[in-house]
Every structure is written in structure tokens, then in C-alpha cells.
């Protein structure tokens, strides 16, 4: 059954602390579970001729068999879940699958603002624990984020979340931030994944000489070959510094020796010359 509908964009990447296993993105084969508002649910899948078939398993221990469409690589299909008909789209990320539940109405149209999204994992893999002074995603842009706080939390934020950070900073922080290639190449990966993402790729990509499309196509080869491991290494040294370097400009308590010290890594940084597409090309 194919069903037209508004696309939804429902990204959530899940910064894991060790590299991803060798798999395609678009691989929806296998056992996924629910985390947070899906936990206890799970989902196991495999592709057919005629699309997937799988067994959705919720939270109460009911188990409903089910046939799916293939559009493109998403998985679409019909669930009575609770006596409610629901559309089931579960959309593959390398971290496993974002799945959307969507109800219908009474007469049949299908209630968008009524819809759930859920994040599963791919068996095997799991969730690092957010740092102590980990801080939630600002809704919308407009209220202001501490440039700290960003740097501390939006590995752990759904790329959406990221999008409203960026532009929620105070425009000198995402100044400053260029001058640290890597985690300026870190952020522009979570961009490229959001929804409505174009006031801040508008931003980000200026003068780093790099496209989503590259930049996508890089990480995940990344991912597959162990090498994801390897950047997110020099995206965690730079994140440091950077950190001290915005609590200083930021007038936080911290000691002269400390903020000299940052002031020489941030001139360091700027004069490396370096961009968002001099570190990808170390990765290709």
C-alpha cells in the first residue's frame, strides 16, 4: 500500500563513542530497538521482493506481523496499534532507524499533528550517557545559547536541535568556531542532516569550500571503514579547547594563565588556514 504524503524529516544522529559498524545507511535488515520514548518497543525487518516484512513489537509485549512498501530505502505500512490505524515509516540512519507513527482520522486521512517519532537502535549498538552539564536543545532560535554549553551538548541534540543551537549563538561564537576545522566540519555534518536547514548551512558552509553532499557521503564512509573513530578523536581535543577559549571571551571564571594559554591556541588555529574541506580530505 503506498501512501502520498508531506515528507517529514525526522533526523535524530546518534553520536556513539565508538565508530559505527561496517553498514550501509540505507541497510534496514535486522533487530532495532526503541530508546526513550520508544523504549521496550522493538522492530525486526528484512527486505522482500516486494518491499520488507517484519514484526513490530510494543512496549505491552504485543507482537503485529507486517508487510511494508519500499520508498526508496523507507520502509512503508498500516498497523492497528490499540484499536488506532497507523502509518508505520521507518526510515533508515546509520545509527539504525528513525520511525514515524502517524494515525489516521476517522475518515482516513492521515493526522500529522498527531504523529510520534520514535528512535530505535540496530542491535548491538548503544548510547553514550550525556556529560553532567549537558543542557537541551533550544526551541526555535530565539532564545540565546551559551556558546559552552553548545560545545558541550550538541553531539548528544537530534540535528534539528543543532540547526536552532547554531543560530541561537551569539554570532562571534560562530566566528571564533571556523577557526577549529574540525568541529566546525562536526557541526556542518549535523546541518546537513536537518530539516529547514538552509538559514544555517547559509552560515556554516561559508568559505569552508565543502557541499552536504560530500560532506555526507565522506562520513559515512567513515563510519563504515573505522575512520569515524578517528575524527570524532580530533573533534573531542579541538572541542576542549575551544571550550576554554569561549569561557574566557565569555568572562568566565578562569585563571590568566589558562586564557593566555587558549589565546595562543586560537592564534595557532588561525593562522593553520585550515577549513571544513582540508580536514574531510583526510578522511576520502
Not at 556558546?147 to 536552532?164: E, I, K, M
Request: aromatic share 10%; charged share 25%.
Amino acid at each position: 500500500m503506498h501512501i502520498a504524503w508531506k515528507e517529514l524529516v525526522f533526523l535524530v544522529l546518534i553520536v556513539l563513542g565508538t565508530s559505527l559498524p561496517a553498514m550501509a545507511q540505507e541497510d534496514l535488515e535486522g533487530r532495532f530497538f526503541g530508546i526513550e520514548e520508544g523504549q521496550g518497543t522493538s522492530i525486526e525487518i528484512r527486505p522482500d521482493t516486494e518491499g520488507y516484512v517484519g514484526t513490530f513489537f510494543d512496549a505491552a509485549g504485543n507482537e503485529q506481523d507486517f508487510e511494508a512498501d519500499r520508498i526508496g530505502a523507507i520502509a512503508e505500512a498500516v498497523l492497528d496499534m490499540g484499536g488506532e490505524t497507523v502509518l508505520i515509516r521507518i526510515d533508515p540512519r546509520p545509527f539504525g532507524a528513525e520511525v514515524s507513527l502517524i494515525p489516521f482520522s476517522s475518515e482516513g486521512t492521515l493526522v500529522f499533528s498527531a504523529a510520534r517519532q520514535l528512535t530505535f537502535l540496530r542491535e548491538g549498538l548503544s548510547v553514550p550517557e550525556p556529560p553532567p552539564d549537558f543542557v537541551k536543545p533550544p526551541i526555535g532560535t530565539r532564545e540565546r545559547i551559551g556558546a559552552s554549553s553548545f560545545l558541550t551538548s550538541y553531539a548528544f541534540w537530534p540535528p534539528n536541535g543543532v540547526r536552532d543551537g547554531y543560530l541561537s549563538l551569539a554570532p562571534r561564537f560562530r566566528t571564533l568556531m571556523r577557526l577549529f576545522a574540525s568541529v566546525q566540519l562536526d557541526v556542518i555534518f549535523k546541518l546537513c542532516l536537518a530539516d529547514q536547514n538552509d538559514a544555517a548551512l547559509a552560515v556554516a558552509l561559508r568559505g569552508q569550500g565543502v557541499t552536504c553532499d560530500e560532506v555526507i557521503e565522506v562520513m559515512a564512509a567513515a563510519q563504515r571503514n573505522g575512520d569515524f573513530q578517528r575524527f570524532k578523536e580530533a573533534v573531542a581535543v579541538e572541542r576542549e579547547t575551544l571550550k576554554t577559549s569561549f569561557r574566557c571571551a565569555d568572562n568566565y571564571v578562569a585563571s590568566k594563565e589558562t586564557c593566555d594559554a587558549a589565546a595562543a591556541d586560537m592564534s595557532r588555529q588561525a593562522v593553520s588556514l585550515q577549513t571544513a574541506a582540508t580536514v574531510l580530505q583526510a578522511y576520502r
